[in-house]
Structure formats: structure tokens, C-alpha cells
């Protein structure tokens, strides 16, 4: 996905977070958000292939600036989920489904969260804030 690590070392002046979506039966999507100074980042990259199977090439990157209320709101979520404090891991997993990995890197702090195919809640509220605030529209059928 040609995406950089985030858990290779602090950053200094600001933050980054990504979403990984890795659903067996349709496209891989990340959608990254960093800041550096004052401005916060919104990159995505989308990949032709199947998350499950073969991941493919990438189909699709973009890139905008976050707007202050856009952010306030994503870090308002990520506080709900209570981020930091999460566990890394679920006992759950499967072969047909998603696996869901949110990480972030904040004041030198690195954490990565996976579940797989999260039902409704506040962990799966701040995957899909990512998700709108990237553009993705995903039906419903391709929504697991």
C-alpha cells in the first residue's frame, strides 16, 4: 500500500493514526491521519484485490487537509474508545470476515489495536469516522 511505519519512533510535533480494513472478499483500504504542525493530513490508498486472498495493486491514493472541526471530532472518538488503554488483541478471529487494525503514534507513544469484524460500537465508530471522512461510501453488503 506503499504506506510508511508508524511504529518506527516517536515523531516529535505531531500524531499520526491509520486504519487498516483487510476484508477477504473485497478491496484492502488504509486510510492514515497525520499531523505535523499545525495542519492535520488525510491520506487513503484502496488496492484491486481482496483483502483475504490477494491483496492486488493500488487502484487508488488520495490526500486532503483535515479541517479543525473534522479533526476535533476524530479525536473525540478516539477518546470514546478510550484508544490507549485498549487491548492489542481479540481471541477472535475467523476466515471469512475482516480484520479491522487501528494504531497510532502520539508523544512517543506506540499502539495497535486489531479485532476482527467488530460489531457496532465505539471501536468500529472511530474506524468508520476514518472511512467518511476519507469518502469511502461502502454499501452495506461489503460492510463486515
Known amino acids: ?32 491521519l497525520e499531523k505535523v504542525g499545525p ?16 491483496p492486488g495493486k493500488i487502484l487508488k491514493q488520495t490526500q486532503r487537509a483535515l479541517s479543525p472541526a473534522e479533526q476535533s471530532k476524530f479525536e ?17 478471529f475467523g476466515s471469512d470476515g475482516a480484520q479491522w487494525i ?13 479485532r476482527w469484524s467488530p460489531g457496532p460500537g465505539a471501536f468500529s465508530d472511530v474506524c468508520v469516522l476514518l472511512l467518511d ?3 469511502f461510501r461502502i454499501p452495506a453488503t461489503e460492510f463486515y
Not at 500500500?1 to 493514526?17: I, Q, V
Not at 480494513?21 to 488504509?30: E, G, N, V
Not at 495542519?39 to 490477494?54: K, P, R, Y
Not at 487501528?102 to 489495536?113: M, T
Request: aromatic fraction near 10%.
Open 1 to 32: 500500500m506503499s504506506e510508511p511505519s508508524l511504529s518506527c519512533g516517536p515523531r516529535a510535533d505531531g500524531f499520526a493514526y491509520r486504519f487498516l480494513w483487510l476484508r477477504s472478499f473485497h478491496h484492502p483500504i488504509a486510510v492514515r
Open 39 to 54: 495542519q492535520a493530513v488525510l491520506s487513503t490508498a484502496e488496492l484491486d484485490g481482496t483483502g483475504g486472498h490477494a
Open 76 to 92: 473525540a472518538k478516539l477518546n470514546d474508545v478510550g484508544f490507549w488503554e485498549m487491548r492489542r488483541d481479540q481471541d477472535r
Open 102 to 114: 487501528l494504531e497510532g503514534i502520539d508523544n512517543g507513544q506506540y499502539q495497535v489495536v486489531q
Open 133 to 135: 471522512l476519507a469518502g
